[in-house]
């Protein structure tokens, strides 16, 4: 049970060391990264402080909720610091620079 719980209840999943190299990239994968990264943004703030997941791990294993919280920052410190590189790089290119919504996984 608790192995499902912490499956279940992880933060999002993020690393920018498969991603393709910034200065190869074209406006459309700039875009079209800037949403999916929103949409990572999203599910690891939706999962901080008193969370579903962070109540279950309190109920049945605690030191679970803080490795989630800690995990869950820092995703959106990655996540952040890339955004903040894309959107450089989408300047320097002259790319139209749009507000990406975020694209929620399946």
Do not use: H
Not at 32 to 43: N, P, Q, S
Not at 58 to 72: H, I, K, T
Request: aromatic letters at 6%.
């Amino acid at each position: 049970m608790l192995f499902a719980l912490a499956a279940t209840s992880c933060a999002p999943k993020y690393t920018s060391a498969t991603a393709k190299p910034i200065a190869e990239l074209s406006c459309g994968e700039i875009n079209d990264e800037l949403r999916k990264l929103a949409g990572v943004r999203a599910e690891a703030e939706s999962k901080k402080g008193v969370s579903k997941e962070n109540v279950l791990f309190v109920l049945f294993f605690w030191p679970g909720a803080v490795v989630n919280e800690m995990d869950n920052r820092d995703v959106i410190a990655k996540v952040d610091a890339r955004t903040e590189e894309l959107t450089k790089a989408q300047r320097a290119k002259g790319c139209a620079v749009t507000a990406p919504a975020p694209v929620s996984k399946p």
